[in-house]
């Protein structure tokens, strides 16, 4: 069981940075591949970052290649998601998702979710 606790979002002005954390529980945080997606009001959860387990690879949404980079601490059992250039398209509730045997750019692939925190790109 893994329990994700997301913080770091807030309003910016288009080109801002920011840096979203994602604090998990439990003692196996190592093992599970983790993955940042977002939602805009009125569309679907998309897939924005992937951090491997094992060798911490990453993939990127072609949206964010380049201006966002996701990173874990397996430490501090901790994921991140720093944003820079931000954009006003960027705007969306911010979730991270943790799962064992993922497909990274789906979903429903991961078993664990935070609540969510909002990110407001103003322009």
């Known amino acids: 069981q893994v329990r994700l606790v997301e913080s770091g979002g807030g309003l910016v002005q288009a080109g801002a940075s920011l840096r979203l954390s994602c604090a998990a529980s439990?003692?196996?945080?190592?093992?599970?591949?983790l993955a940042w997606f977002r939602q805009a009001p009125g569309k679907e959860r998309e897939f924005v970052a992937f951090?491997?387990?094992?060798?911490?690879?990453?993939y990127y949404a072609d949206s964010v290649k380049g201006r966002f980079t996701g990173s874990r601490d397996n430490a501090k059992n901790t994921v991140y998601l720093q944003m820079s250039s931000l954009k006003p398209e960027d705007t969306a509730v911010y979730y991270c998702?943790?799962?064992?045997?993922?497909?990274?750019?789906?979903?429903?692939?991961?078993?664990?979710w935070g609540q969510g925190t909002q990110v407001t790109v103003s322009s």
């Open positions: 998702a943790a799962g064992e045997a993922v497909v990274p750019r789906t979903a429903s692939s991961y078993a664990y």
């Open positions: 439990g003692r196996t945080f190592s093992s599970y591949a």
């Open positions: 951090i491997a387990q094992i060798d911490s690879r990453t």
